[in-house]
């Protein structure tokens, strides 16, 4: 029975940027702030198999790969590394990299890491807020400058370098070429409403990763029965006891948290561990006191949903 506020923690990297607020207020004395990571509070607990970072960029990040489970196992590694991004704020033009434009064999692949022209050979698109991007594990991508990401990831920091922009930071070539698909990317799968609150961004073998949207005044209650990660991205709400805004996150297993949507109402990013699909329950409408109840009906915001069907079955048959 977990609820907890994240303690966020930032890191300086030479692509950051000096203000980060909304995200944090945390001053950098002049370092640039290019990642906010989430950490549960707490020296003794036990570390959550899931990451959720918010990375800042005003220069283009490394062209970088990361290795999938079964790569990782044999190189003594516990755990691959598949990654999602929801796109928090894009300047025009701004833009991330997804897999190769075209097959490559591995004998291209490495003297287009050796010569630099990687960087032309990866699929590059336009973002804007609001997009979704899936990195599956094995998969040859980048993030360009300009860009405010939600990143929400296997626990691991194993990150193969294939080019970075003539900064001195090291190259690792062989592992890269050992981890990389040598293909474009499968099609992306686009977010889909699975209620009026619910919006399904990612669904892997890994993670969930939704989009939830609450009324403002409206009381809900989530239930995480997995390792679940809240992000507020807009607005804000009282949690359990905590009150949470913009850029707080929420750390909650085998737990229920009573969500109480404020004047603005709130967005938030959930992401939770495991296979099989989002989780039917997840979020339930609260209903208003009894007594309160027999005295006169509720108003129809606050109409309980009795009926919630055990999986969403629209969900499966319309994918793009
Ligand atoms: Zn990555």
Redesign the pocket.
Known sequence: MTIELARAHTAPKPWGLADVRPWSGATSDGVSIGEISYQRPGRTVSAPALLLKVLLTSQPLSI???PDDDTAHAMGLPNG?T?AWYILGAKPGAKVAVGLKQSMTKLQLRAAINDGSIAEHVAWRGVAAGDVIV?PAGTI?A?GAGLVIAEI?QRSDT?FRLFDYGRSRELHVERALAAAHTEPAELQLWPHRLTDERSLLVDNPHFVFERIELQPGSSWCLQAIRETWVLIIAGSVTASTFSVATGDALFVEADRVELGAGADGVIALVAYVGAGGPVVELLQRLTVGLSRAVQDPPPPELTPILAQSSSFPSYRGTRP
């Open positions: 970088q790969v990361h590394k990654e990195v991508h993030v990831q990150t």
